[in-house]
C-alpha cells in the first residue's frame, strides 16, 4: 500500500529539518515539505489558497478560528515557534519614556493587532507592570516597508480599542525614529534599531527580565503551532499518532545535535555557554510539546485574548487539540 501524500506549508527550523530532509519520516506518510520564510505570507496563503494538508498557523489566529466556530483546521500540539516578548518592545529616545507606565495614552506601532507576539506584549506589560493599554492608538503597519503587514483586515474586537493603519510613506521602523510614533511592538524589532540614536528597548536588561519571567511564572510564549485540515483527517484520520510521533522524533535529534559539544552546531561561538543557562533555567526539555506541559502557557495566552477582546468565550482544549 502506497503512503498517503501530504503537503506541509511551514518555516525553517531545525526542529523540522529532520522532516524535511527524510530523516525522519512518519509512519505511512510521504510529507512533502515547502518552507516558507516569512510566517505572515504563509498564515495570508493559508487564509487564500489554503492549498497544505498540514501548515504553521499563528497561534492566536487558530485559537480565534477555533473559538468562533470557523476554523478549517485541528491542532497538533507542536510548537513549531517561541519566544519571549519583553525584548521585542521598542520606544522612541525622545517621548520621555522612562517606564512602561509610560506608555500609557500613546501611540504604539504594530504590524498586527491580533498577531500572537503582540498579545505577549501586551499581556506582559498588563500583568507585570500594570500599564493601562486602554487609551493607547494602535497604528498598524509594516515593521520593513510603507504599508501593511500581510493582508488588512477589521478585526471586531470585544474590548473598545482605537486602531488606525499606516497610511504614510513611512514604514513603522522610519514613523519610530522620526517621533511620529512612541514605541514599537510585536515579532519585529524595527529595521534601524542599533543604528538610530532614536530607538532603543524599552527593556535594556530583556535577557534578565525574561528569565525572571520565566522563573516566576513557568511561563514560556507559544507563537505558532502545526495544524491539520479537517478534511485531511476525515480521509486519513489514523495519521495523527504517526504525526506526532515523527515531530517528537525530528524536535529530539535537533536538540541533541544542539546540545552536542563534540563541535558546534551554529555560528553562535558561545552556543555551549547558551546550552548551560538553557537546561539550568529550563531542564534538559526546554521546548516541550504536548498540552499538559504546557498549562500555564496555554491558559494565559487565551486570557490575554479574553482581556484584548480577541475572543469572547475560551475554547476548551479539546476543541482546539487532536492529543492531549
Known sequence: MA???????CGWYDRI????NKTVVPEGIDLEIETIEDPRLLFDRLSGKGDFDLAELSMSEYVAMTAAGTSPYMALPVWTSRAFRHSFICINTNAGIT???DLEGRRIGVPLHTMSAAIWCRGALRDDYGVDLSKVTWVEGAMEHAGLHGT???HHLAVPTTITHNLSQYSLSELLDRGEI???LGALMPTNFGTSQNIKRLFPNYRAVEIASYQKTGVHPIMHLVVIRKSALEKHRWIIDPLMEAFTKAKDLAMARLFYTGALRSMLPMLHAEVDETRRIFGDDPW?????KNLRTLDRLITYMMDD???TRRPSYDELFLMT
Open 17 to 20: 529539518e529532520p522532516l524535511r
Open 288 to 292: 516541550p510539546d504536548g498540552v499538559e
Open 99 to 101: 517606564s512602561p507606565k
Open 182 to 184: 512612541d514605541a514599537t
Open 309 to 311: 477582546g480577541i475572543i
Open 3 to 9: 503512503d498517503v501524500k501530504l503537503s506541509f506549508g
Open 152 to 154: 488588512a483586515r477589521d
